[in-house]
C-alpha cells in the first residue's frame, strides 16, 4: 500500500483562484488589498521568498510593495517604516521576512507591527488570541497544514497529533490550531525522550525541525497522516543540490495514509495563506 500524495501546489492553486475572485469584487468596489514586505538584508533564500510573494501577490489583483534595507540599518529607521506602513490605508498587510539581522529585537520590530495589519501573525496579541480562542491573524504555514488537514479528513476531532519541533512560526501555532479542531496533541521536540515511541502514536504527524529526513518512515503509524513542514536543500552529487523535507519520504510514503511531498506538499500552500490572510485584513479593514 502507498499513501495519498496531498497535493499542496494543486490546492494552493485552487485556494489563489477563489482569493482572486474575490479581489476582483473588492475591486469593482473600489478596494484593491494591499501587502507590504519589509526584507533586511542580502540573504539570498529570504530574497527568493520575498521575489516569489510579491509576483504571487500581484497575480491575485493586490498591491504589492516592497521594502528592502540594508543589513545594516537601525532598528529605529525599520521601527520608522513599519509605523508609516501602520498608517498607510493602502496597505492591509505588513509581513517583515525573518531571520532579521542579529543587532535587531525581532520581537519589539513584529510588536511594532499593527496586529490588525499582521498578516505573519506573530504579533504576541495575534499569538495569545489564537491560544485563547480568539478570532486571530493565523501563522501562514500552520494555517495551510490545517487546510490540507481538513480537506483530507474533514473532522480531526479526537485524533492523535504530534508535532515534531517548537518553533514560534510552525510548531507552536500549529499545535494550538490542532487543538482547536480538538486533537489530542503533542509537542515533541530535540529534547524528547522516545521520540520513535511518541511519533508512532501519531493519527496525525506534522514534522517541522528543519533535519532533512529525521523523521524515519517505521515511525509512523500505519495509515497515519504525515504533514511535512521541512524545506532542506541537500547535496544531490555531481555539484547538484535537491530539496527534500524532514520526513524520510520514500520510508514513510509505504506505511502512511497520506503524506505531502517535498517540494509540492505544504510550501506552495504558505504564500497562498499569506494573501488569504491579506483579504481577510483588507475585508476586516472595510468593515
Ligand atoms: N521566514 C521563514 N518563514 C517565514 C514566515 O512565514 N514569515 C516571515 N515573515 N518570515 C519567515
Redesign the pocket.
Known amino acids: 500500500m502507498t499513501a495519498t500524495i496531498l497535493d499542496g501546489k494543486a490546492f494552493a492553486a485552487r485556494l489563489r483562484q477563489r482569493i482572486a475572485g474575490d479581489v476582483e469584487r473588492l475591486r469593482a468596489d473600489g478596494i484593491t488589498p494591499g501587502l507590504a514586505v519589509v526584507l533586511v538584508g542580502e540573504d539570498p533564500a529570504s530574497a527568493v521568498y520575498v521575489r516569489n510573494k510579491g509576483r504571487q501577490t500581484r497575480e491575485v489583483g493586490m498591491k504589492s510593495v516592497e521594502h528592502r534595507l540594508d543589513a545594516g540599518v537601525a532598528q529605529d529607521a525599520l521601527l520608522t517604516l513599519i509605523g508609516e506602513l501602520n498608517a498607510d490605508a493602502s496597505i492591509h498587510g505588513i509581513?517583515?521576512?525573518?531571520p532579521l539581522p542579529g543587532h535587531i529585537d525581532s520581537a519589539a520590530v513584529l510588536d511594532a507591527i499593527d496586529p490588525a495589519k499582521d498578516v505573519?501573525g506573530f504579533h504576541v496579541l495575534n499569538v495569545g488570541r489564537l491560544a485563547t480562542g480568539q478570532k486571530a491573524m493565523v501563522?501562514?504555514?500552520p494555517l495551510g497544514c490545517l487546510m490540507m488537514l481538513r480537506d483530507h479528513h474533514g473532522s480531526l476531532s479526537g485524533m492523535e497529533a504530534v508535532v515534531v519541533g517548537r518553533s514560534n512560526?510552525v510548531g507552536k501555532p500549529m499545535a494550538q490550531l490542532l487543538l482547536g479542531d480538538d486533537c489530542t496533541v503533542t509537542v515533541a521536540h530535540s529534547r524528547t525522550r522516545d521520540l520513535t515511541g511518541v511519533v508512532r502514536r501519531a493519527d496525525i504527524v506534522v514534522a517541522a525541525v528543519g533535519r532533512p529526513g529525521m523523521v524515519q518512515g517505521d515511525w509512523i503509524k500505519p495509515g497515519a497522516t504525515v504533514i511535512d513542514v521541512g524545506i532542506n536543500r541537500v547535496d544531490a552529487g555531481e555539484g547538484k543540490t535537491r530539496l527534500v523535507g524532514d520526513v524520510d519520504f520514500d520510508g514513510a510514503v509505504r506505511v502512511a495514509g497520506a503524506i505531502t511531498p517535498v517540494p509540492g506538499g505544504v510550501g506552495p500552500m504558505?504564500i497562498a495563506c499569506l494573501l488569504a490572510n491579506t483579504l481577510t485584513a483588507c475585508c476586516r479593514a472595510h468593515g
Open positions: 509581513l517583515v521576512q525573518l505573519d501563522p501562514c504555514t512560526i504558505t
